[in-house]
T-cell receptor, first 118, second 115 residues
Framework: AQTVTQSQPEMSVQEAETVTLSCTYD???????LFWYKQPPSRQMILVIR??????QNATENRFSVNFQKAAKSFSLKISDSQLGDTAMYFC???????????????FGQGTILTVHP | ETGVTQTPRHLVMGMTNKKSLKCEQH?????MYWYKQSAKKPLELMFV???????ENNSVPSRFSPECPNSSHLFLHLHTLQPEDSALYLC??????????????FGPGTRLLVL
């Protein structure tokens, strides 16, 4: 079974600074997908960024980028120019690319609470 | 707003009550999911429906009963719940369960308190 670990329960950053959230995962598969979701205090879970394991290039979405290290099974999220609206719980998630009953199932990490200070 | 709505947003119920949670997606997706989010625990997948057929039941107790009458609607029927069932229940949808990087879009959740 896959596991996802976020070792930082809480992080804080000053507005306009850069912060990196860590995520590691464990799988024996070669084809899979990784996601970062954001859950602000309003509770709506929002997709931040996604990465296909077969792609070597790190995904980027505006101020959000990932450092995907497949061999190390590491998938960190970098937030540049942090804004107050980035304050939220951030979840790392894994989805298998294999067939069978696990297809479509997201496995989430425990989450990291990020607070952006003015 | 992600195109997935959930009602009610908050629910308080006694252990002998019967209630239902509703989820509706307006994205034309074919797969829908129920997740449970408890304090200090990762999100737990409960059920998966693909084209109205249940494809995953993640060892969920029978006091939770899902229903998917069509690809746009998903219900979670609750009866004789326990206080430890208090949690945020999230619904999600995706185009389907297979395929490349199928992103799941989440609703705002129903905050459930069982007394």
């Amino acid at each position: 079974a896959q596991t996802v670990t976020q070792s930082q329960p809480e992080m804080s950053v000053q507005e306009a600074e850069t912060v990196t959230l860590s995520c590691t995962y464990d799988t024996s598969e070669n084809n899979y997908y990784l996601f970062w979701y954001k859950q602000p205090p309003s509770r709506q879970m929002i997709l931040v960024i996604r990465q296909e394991a077969y792609k070597q290039q790190n995904a980027t979405e505006n101020r959000f980028s990932v450092n995907f290290q497949k061999a190390a099974k590491s998938f960190s999220l970098k937030i540049s120019d942090s804004q107050l609206g980035d304050t939220a719980m951030y979840f790392c998630a894994f989805r298998s690319g294999a067939g069978g009953t696990s297809y479509g199932k997201l496995t989430f990490g425990q989450g990291t609470i990020l607070t952006v200070h003015p | 707003e992600t195109g997935v709505t959930q009602t009610p947003r908050h629910l308080v119920m006694g252990m002998t009550n019967k209630k239902s949670l509703k989820c509706e997606q307006h994205l034309g997706h074919n797969a829908m999911y129920w997740y449970k989010q408890s304090a200090k625990k990762p999100l737990e997948l409960m059920f998966v429906y693909n084209f109205k057929e249940q494809t995953e039941n993640n060892s969920v107790p029978s006091r939770f009963s899902p229903e998917c009458p069509n690809s746009s609607h998903l219900f979670l029927h609750l009866h004789t719940l326990q206080p430890e069932d208090s949690a945020l229940y999230l619904c999600a949808s995706s185009p389907r369960t297979s395929g490349s990087a199928e992103t799941q879009y989440f609703g705002p959740g129903t905050r459930l308190l069982v007394l």
